[in-house]
């Protein structure tokens, strides 16, 4: 996937004049593949992770995405492509990511738990543990400015104390990353408000990419507090 992707990359740039001297991340680029690869093998073979009967959705996209969409874990379809978001709610997704200018294969999409529960059941906290050290690692590889927190169960995962109706579309500084908590597609598929949030959010993504760090205000407690407590930063 990351070979292709890049080799897609090299080959967009050419088409747009660029020359190969902008391709210098190559070995960062490699090395950062390699490390999620490696991460990958050791979750399959970590036996003491629970949910085994399923099958591993690791993650998949630019490794060196600036922004990592995170959702809660894989359903039906995913188990059975071992990708993430390939169901009606991952369709909802890659459609609105086309819309703001993105592809897919440019950002990097994965979830917290990463085999699919039974019957689709809400994943229990100690499954989130579980996979927590991976995620973590998963994370500091790819090394993202901004994290897209699909659904309360990825926010929670950030944001302990957040509640999504309330925090959805705010942006919150977690140690130095921009945490933003959205709808989960599959909620925006259930209701026309949540849709719309989910839309008006998605919709603003590129602006908090553009955002110059050094004139966001800074939090209190980096963890907790979003960034603009008062107002939605959108
Ligand atoms: N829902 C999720 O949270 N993740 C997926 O990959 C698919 C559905």
Same mark, same amino acid.
């Given at each position: 996937?990351?070979?292709?992707? /890049? @080799?897609?990359?090299?080959?967009?740039?050419?088409?747009?004049?660029?020359?190969?001297?902008?391709?210098?991340?190559?070995?960062?680029?490699?090395?950062?593949?390699?490390?999620?690869?490696? !991460?990958? *093998?050791?979750?399959?073979? *970590?036996? !003491? !992770? %629970?949910?085994?009967?399923?099958? !591993?959705?690791?993650?998949?996209?630019?490794?060196?995405?600036?922004?990592?969409?995170?959702?809660?874990?894989? =359903?039906?379809?995913?188990?059975?492509?071992?990708?993430?978001?390939?169901?009606?709610?991952?369709?909802? #997704?890659? &459609?609105?990511?086309?819309?703001?200018?993105?592809?897919?294969?440019?950002? /990097?999409?994965?979830?917290?738990?990463? @085999?699919? %529960?039974?019957?689709? &059941?809400?994943?229990?906290?100690?499954?989130?543990?579980? /996979?927590?050290?991976?995620?973590? @690692?998963?994370?500091?590889?790819? *090394?993202?400015?901004?994290?897209?927190?699909?659904?309360?169960?990825?926010?929670?995962?950030? #944001?302990?104390? $957040?509640?999504?109706?309330?925090?959805?579309?705010?942006?919150?500084?977690?140690?130095?990353?921009?945490?933003?908590?959205?709808?989960? +597609?599959?909620? $925006?598929? @259930? =209701?026309?408000?949540?849709? $719309?949030?989910?839309?008006?959010?998605?919709?603003?993504? +590129? *602006?908090?990419?553009?955002?110059?760090?050094?004139?966001? %205000?800074?939090?209190?407690? $980096?963890?907790?507090? %979003?960034?603009? +407590?008062?107002?939605?930063?959108?």
């Amino acid at each position: 996937m990351a070979r292709q992707f /890049y @080799r897609h990359e090299i080959r967009r740039r050419k088409s747009e004049g660029g020359q190969k001297s902008e391709f210098k991340n190559f070995n960062q680029f490699m090395e950062k593949s390699e490390s999620l690869k490696l !991460l990958e *093998d050791e979750m399959i073979g *970590d036996k !003491l !992770l %629970p949910l085994r009967e399923s099958n !591993l959705v690791f993650g998949e996209g630019n490794p060196e995405a600036k922004v990592v969409f995170i959702g809660e874990a894989p =359903g039906f379809h995913e188990d059975r492509l071992k990708r993430p978001f390939v169901g009606r709610g991952g369709q909802l #997704l890659e &459609r609105l990511i086309n819309e703001i200018g993105w592809r897919r294969d440019q950002v /990097y999409i994965t979830n917290i738990v990463k @085999r699919r %529960p039974p019957e689709n &059941r809400d994943p229990l906290p100690e499954e989130i543990e579980a /996979y927590r050290p991976y995620l973590t @690692r998963q994370i500091e590889i790819i *090394d993202p400015k901004i994290i897209v927190a699909l659904g309360r169960f990825a926010m929670n995962y950030f #944001l302990p104390e $957040a509640k999504i109706t309330r925090d959805q579309g705010k942006v919150f500084d977690v140690d130095g990353r921009l945490v933003v908590p959205m709808f989960h +597609p599959a909620a $925006a598929l @259930r =209701g026309n408000n949540a849709m $719309a949030q989910f839309t008006e959010t998605m919709k603003k993504l +590129p *602006d908090v990419e553009a955002m110059p760090r050094e004139t966001m %205000p800074r939090s209190e407690s $980096a963890t907790k507090k %979003p960034l603009h +407590p008062q107002s939605r930063l959108f």
